[in-house]
């Protein structure tokens, strides 16, 4: 069985900056693109920066010169550093891979369960 895991969530003032990561586990063949979404209160689920599995970068506009994406393919592990944060950004952030077990032939998307962000005004 594969898992997302979430962390580095937390408080932060507005301007600070936090970094998150998510390690996926378990049975794992593949893994091709792996992305960062959030969803605030009352709002769906938004995109907020997508990597493939060769680096290439794409990042929602509200986010794009303050957040970096990046990912360590050895260690099956995505990251997102956050910078100059705003108290638009407070959100559930939640890490996702298209990812084929290790005894599958497929690639389907995983999701973890989620990390709170909150940055304070």
């Known amino acids: 069985q594969v898992r997302l895991v979430e962390s580095g969530g937390g408080l932060v003032q507005a301007g600070g900056s936090l970094r998150l990561s998510c390690a996926a586990s378990?049975?794992?063949?593949?893994?091709?693109?792996m992305g960062w979404y959030r969803q605030a209160p009352g709002k769906q689920r938004e995109l907020v920066a997508t990597?493939?599995?060769?680096?290439?970068?794409n990042y929602a506009d509200s986010v794009k010169g303050r957040f970096t994406i990046s990912r360590d393919n050895a260690k099956n592990m995505v990251y997102l550093q956050m910078n100059s944060l705003k108290p638009e950004d407070t959100a559930v952030y939640s890490c996702n891979a298209d990812l084929r077990p290790y005894s599958g032939t497929y690639y389907y998307t995983n999701w973890g369960q989620g990390t709170q962000v909150t940055v304070s005004s």
């Open positions: 990597i493939t599995r060769g680096g290439i970068r």
């Open positions: 378990g049975s794992i063949g593949s893994i091709n693109a």
